[in-house]
């Protein structure tokens, strides 16, 4: 039987079973507390009772912690996961237990970082919760009785748009790149333009993979996880060539992201395009097009899988649609 007592102007109840870790709450009506005590039998005797001590004495900081040391850490891209998961911990939210995050608190920090971040971004930091959540249960063995976040919406988000750089955008880019005192930042723009290579490629890229006389290069463990080998252009190759070589191999020698991120910001501002690197792939593949390669070669060279990612690369302008209909 449970033992129900006065303590402090409240009911508390205090359930003992053997095998089962002492089971105790306070409610401030006696009524609500012999109801709580009846349900908690109930369910003990039917091998139902799942005790969520440990969801009310953990808070979401710590169990994001333990998701981004132990799991987020193997996969690709672990650094944004980590800024992402550093952030979050600094929000009131994750000083609350897990167990006590509710599908309106989480609304209501939905509807504060919407007002500061891309609806993209508020979902991913709400599926970096989610992730968390799962961990905590099939991982930590921890019991909780609701996920939160399997009953919020995620934001709508506005239809992708990439931007092109023109040629004369390009020129500029690269005139202020030579002034930069990341001497290979030239070069890298060259290979997002010429050849669609994505920033982690470029950062992975070695000397030894690359081929001088056939201007080819492998792409080593690349973002979908397989080696990819592109063509490279006369421009980039004959660069590169000038470039001081490293002790480690690497032809883009950046141990930090971050590091790149800020002489690119550097060029940006410095020359008032404010396009992202990323558009520099959108260039390769509408350029490309237009020069008349093919879907196949266009998936070849950039290592896109789906036919519907490589549509949203590829912006065909009305001008060049008129010129083709009137040849």
Known sequence: MATIRKKRNKWQVLIRKRNIKAISKTFILKEDALRWAREVEVNIEKGLYQDNSSARSITLKRILEEYRDKVSINNKGHYIDRYKINKLCKDPLAQLTIANISPLKLSEFIDKFKKKFHPSTVNKYISLISLSYKYAEKILGIYIPSNPTKFITRLKVPPFKGKIITTA??????KYAEQSKLYWLKV?????????????EILKLKYADINFNENTALLRDTKNGTNREIG??????????????????????CKRYDTFT?????????????????????????RRTTEGWSVTELAAQGGWLQLQILK???????????????E
């Open 188 to 200: 890298a723009i060259m290979l997002g333009i010429d050849c669609g290579v994505r920033r982690g």
């Open 169 to 174: 955008e390009e020129l500029i880019w690269l």
């Open 312 to 326: 949203r690369y590829t912006h065909i302008s009305s001008v060049y649609l008129a010129k083709k209909i009137n």
């Open 232 to 253: 490279l252009s006369k421009r980039v190759i004959e660069y590169i060539k000038k470039l001081p070589r490293t002790t480690d191999g690497l032809v883009f020698p």
């Open 262 to 286: 800020f002489y690119f910001r550097q060029l940006q501002k410095r020359s008032g395009i404010f396009k992202r690197f990323h558009d520099t792939r959108h260039t390769f593949a509408s």
